[in-house]
Each structure stands twice: as structure tokens, then as C-alpha cells.
């Protein structure tokens, strides 16, 4: 069938009509299913939009710290620097999952208009949440004098040795300080209300770029540096929270007389599958790091890393723009709009795979030029490993496009087996391929286990939702 040019420019008129209209302040009127549709869609729209200009900042943030921090460092101490990170992110899943299952629950009460509900959960889960940060907190403090974290990092030079456990310390209790606080994001995703997040954390990237240049320039250690990163969560959430709490849903205020204890174990219950699913999911994309220093040395993790950088950028805007269509997800399966979730699934997945390939192909052909502009020609460039770098983002952010539709759906302990099974897999792999093909290795290790044990299941469940779902509306209502 032939298409003219005017048919064209009359669908791209009205697909832009449609946008602009999104683009809109003011909400849409809920009483109808259209509306309620429309008032979806601005939310997901405003809160992508925002986060989107978040991680423009923190991009700009990274372009600049990685060169300085790189010089100001060197090779062993800033591969010393990334290592600590990626091991201590392991500390992200000491909520016990109970921040997105904070999330599920205040989408499903504000959606029944169940006000009551989403009070008892904020004040159950922040004293909960505060509880869990003061028992590891004692635990670390215990357990830290017994580690020699030089050793365990295996830096050798005397700067990196003498620093490795404050930074240690410094990271850790900023995880733990910022755990209350981390609700304060999963209750604003949960009202579709991202947008208020983002522009906090727009300022918390600033604030952290003023404090690496300051560090610098004041010649402090890597502890300093550690707390500059981590430190300006803290202050983000912080202010958010006054926000939120002080102004916008005073109601909302964690007090102890507001928690419930069935509500608490309903959540920790909740919580415990997400646990697990950020448990895997941190073993995926963390382990690279420690599995390369422990096996090529800190230096190589460096040769790994920053290419790595480049390639997390997209994903992270990604994630920032696919992220609010979880709570819409599940608001729409509450109503039971699986045209809309249908329609929308298909273009989150179309969209996610179009823009990995996109910026793959870009870093594989100017990869070089802009690791030499960046670094300063620090860090060597290697065609091989950034096309299995884009190969692998593009296989796992796809995942994650097919996970948050599946969380909306409640297929939580159908991620935990296969996220398990992949986190297990995923990490013998990597073993066994760094030893044998170097850097490389580890990518086309986690490559092969990411399609075959979480790609081909959660595409097979989606398939087969979206059939039944189809036969449904063809015999209509019995």
C-alpha cells in the first residue's frame, strides 16, 4: 500500500498535537477513562521530562569529575575509587526491597483513594527503614575493625592503602544515613509525582560537581571525594522530604503512632521479593568491577570502567524516562486498560531498542577520539570491548524496559527465580571468561547469560499475556 508524503506530515502534525497537549501544567479531568488516560501520560511525560534534565546535570557532572578526578588520582587510586563503589552498592539493597514496595502500595491506594492507608505505610516503612539503618550501622562499625580493606581492594601504593577503610567507612555511612530518607522518592513515584524528585536531584548533581572541584583543588584524600558523591544524596533527600512532608502531603509525616504492625509485615513481605530481585540485579551489574580487580588488578578495572561510563549514560536517561511508567502500569492494570498497557509496552520496547543501537554505534566508531578527549589518552580504546559494551547495554536495558511492566503486574517472584538463576550464572561466567579473553571476556559472559535466562522468559510471559489478553476482547464479556 503506498503512502504519500501528505499522509505523513498529517500523522507526524497529529502525533505532535498529541505531545504538545501532554506538555500541559495543568491536570487532566479523571472522570473519564480518555482522561484519566491523558492525565497518565502528562505525569509520565513531566516526570520523564525532568529526569531527563537531571541526568543532563549529572552527565555534565561526570564529563567533568572523571578528567579531574582521573588526574588528581591516578590510575590505581581512581580504580580503587570505582571498585569501592560498585562494592559497597551492594549496601543499595539494605532496604530490603521495602522502598518499591512502598511504591506498589501507595499506587494502589491512591488509585482505590485510600488516603489512610498510604499514611499507615509511609510511617511503617521510614521506621522500619530507620531501624534497619541503626542495626547495620552497629553491624559495620563491628565488623570493619576485623577487614584489612587494602588488602581486600589489593591496592598496593601507600596514598590508596592508607585511605581504603575511611573511604570504606565514609561510603557506608552515607548509604545508611540516606536509607530513612529513600522513601521519600518511592512515595512521590508512587502519586506519579517523579517530577518533584528530578528537580532535586538536579541540584543534588551540582552540589556534588562543587564539592569534587573543591576537593581538588584543596588537595584532600579520596574519603573527601567519597563523601562529595555520596554526601549529596543526603542533602537531596533531605530537602525533598521537608518538601513533601512540610508543605505539599503534611499528612504524610512518619509518627510512630501511624504504624501498623500488619501493614509493616505486608510490606516487609513485599519488600522481601524486590530484595531479592535488587539482589540480583546489583550481582549483574556490580561484580564486574571486583571480578576484574581481583583477577587483572585495579588498574584494569580503570581500563574497564570509564568506557563503561560512556555506555551507562544512555541507559541512565533511559531508566529516568521508563521509570514512571511503573505506577502507570499498574494503575492502568487496576482499571484494566490492556489496550493502553499493550500500546504503551510496545513503544517503550521499540524506543529503548532504537537508542541503544543508536549510541552503541556512535561510542564504537568515535569511541577512541572521545576516550582521548576525555582522558586525556589515559585510558586505551579497544573496538572489541566497546561493541560488546553496547551490545550488552542494549540486551539489559531492554530487560529493564520488560521488568518494570512486569513489576506493575505483580510477576515479582517470577524475576526472582530467573534474576537469581541469571545473577549465578552471570558471575561463574564472567570467572571463567575474564581469565580466558580478558576484558572482553566478562561482556560476552554477561551477554549470553542475560538472553538466555531473563531476555527469552520475560519476552515468552509478555507474548503470552498479550494473546490472552487479545482472545479476552475478541469473545467479549461472558
Same mark, same amino acid.
Given at each position: ?15 505532535? =498535537?498529541?505531545?504538545?497537549? *501532554?506538555?500541559?501544567? =495543568?491536570?487532566? !479531568? ?18 520523564? $521530562? ?25 590510575? !590505581? ?12 552498592? +551492594? ?20 488509585? &482505590? ?13 521510614? +521506621? ?5 539503618? *541503626? ?17 581486600? +581492594? ?8 592508607? !585511605? ?21 522518592? =518511592? ?15 538536579? $541540584? ?24 562529595? #558523591? ?24 512518619? =509518627? ?53 561510563? *560512556?555506555?551507562?549514560?544512555?541507559? $541512565? ?56 578527549? %576525555? ?7 579497544? &573496538?572489541?570491548?566497546?561493541? $560488546? ?12 524496559? #520488560? ?49 538466555? #535466562?531473563? *531476555?527469552?522468559?520475560?519476552?515468552? %510471559? ?9 482472545? !479476552? ?6
Amino acid at each position: 500500500m503506498h503512502i504519500s508524503a501528505a499522509q505523513i506530515s498529517d500523522a507526524l502534525m497529529k502525533r505532535g =498535537r498529541r505531545i504538545h497537549a *501532554l506538555m500541559r501544567l =495543568r491536570s487532566f !479531568e479523571t472522570s473519564t477513562a480518555e482522561g484519566r488516560s491523558d492525565e497518565r501520560l502528562r505525569r509520565v511525560f513531566w516526570t520523564a $521530562a525532568t529526569a531527563v534534565l537531571a541526568k543532563g546535570l549529572n552527565t555534565v557532572t561526570l564529563l567533568i569529575a572523571v578528567p579531574i578526578t582521573l588526574s588528581y588520582l591516578g590510575a !590505581e587510586r581512581y580504580g580503587f575509587w570505582m571498585t569501592v563503589t560498585s562494592a559497597v552498592a +551492594f549496601l543499595g539493597i539494605a532496604d530490603l526491597g521495602i522502598g518499591n514496595g512502598v511504591l506498589n502500595i501507595v499506587s494502589d491506594s491512591h488509585g &482505590r483513594n485510600d488516603a489512610g492507608k498510604v499514611i499507615r505505610c509511609v510511617s511503617s516503612a521510614f +521506621f522500619l527503614l530507620s531501624g534497619i539503618a *541503626l542495626g547495620l550501622a552497629i553491624l559495620f562499625a563491628v565488623l570493619s575493625r576485623q577487614v584489612h580493606w587494602a588488602n581486600l +581492594f589489593n591496592v598496593s601504593s601507600t596514598a590508596a592503602r592508607s !585511605e581504603a577503610g575511611p573511604a570504606v567507612a565514609v561510603f557506608v555511612g552515607c548509604v545508611l544515613a540516606n536509607l530513612p530518607l529513600s522513601i521519600v522518592p =518511592r512515595i512521590q513515584m508512587g502519586y506519579q509525582e517523579g517530577y518533584y524528585n528530578s528537580i532535586w536531584q538536579g $541540584a543534588s548533581n551540582v552540589l556534588a560537581l562543587a564539592g569534587i572541584v573543591a576537593i581538588v583543588r584543596l588537595r584532600a584524600g579520596l574519603p573527601w571525594l567519597v563523601l562529595a #558523591i555520596a554526601g549529596a544524596p543526603i542533602v537531596e533527600n533531605a530537602l525533598n522530604g521537608i518538601s513533601l512532608f512540610a508543605f505539599r502531603r503534611p499528612h504524610l509525616l512518619p =509518627r510512630p503512632r501511624h504504624v501498623e504492625p500488619l501493614l509493616a509485615r505486608k510490606i516487609l513481605s513485599l519488600g522481601f521479593f524486590f530484595l531479592l530481585i535488587q539482589a540480583a540485579n546489583v550481582t549483574v551489574y556490580y561484580v564486574d568491577n571486583i571480578i576484574i580487580a581481583r583477577v587483572l588488578g585495579p588498574e584494569a578495572v580503570t581500563r574497564y570502567a570509564v568506557p563503561m561510563r *560512556l555506555f551507562s549514560i544512555l541507559p $541512565a536517561i533511559l531508566w529516568m524516562v521508563l521509570s514512571p511508567l511503573w505506577p502507570a502500569y499498574g494503575e492502568a492494570a487496576a482499571r484494566g486498560d490492556d489496550s493502553w498497557l499493550k500500546s504503551t509496552l510496545f513503544r517503550a520496547v521499540s524506543i529503548t531498542l532504537s537508542f541503544c543501537l543508536a549510541w552503541s554505534l556512535l561510542l564504537v566508531v568515535f569511541g577512541g577520539a572521545i576516550l582521548r578527549v %576525555w582522558t586525556g589518552g589515559r585510558v586505551p580504546f579497544s &573496538r572489541s570491548l566497546m561493541v $560488546a559494551m553496547g551490545l550488552s547495554m542494549t540486551v539489559t536495558t531492554i530487560i529493564t524496559a #520488560i521488568a518494570l511492566f512486569l513489576n506493575a503486574m505483580n510477576k515479582i517472584r517470577f524475576q526472582v527465580v530467573f534474576g537469581l538463576s541469571a545473577a549465578l550464572l552471570s558471575t561463574i561466567a564472567k570467572v571463567l571468561f575474564v581469565r580466558s579473553f580478558g576484558l572482553v571476556g566478562i561482556v560476552w559472559g554477561n551477554i549470553g547469560v542475560m538472553v538466555l #535466562i531473563m *531476555l527469552v522468559p520475560y519476552g515468552s %510471559w509478555v507474548s503470552k499475556w498479550a494473546s490472552l489478553r487479545i482472545r !479476552e476482547a475478541s469473545c467479549g464479556p461472558t
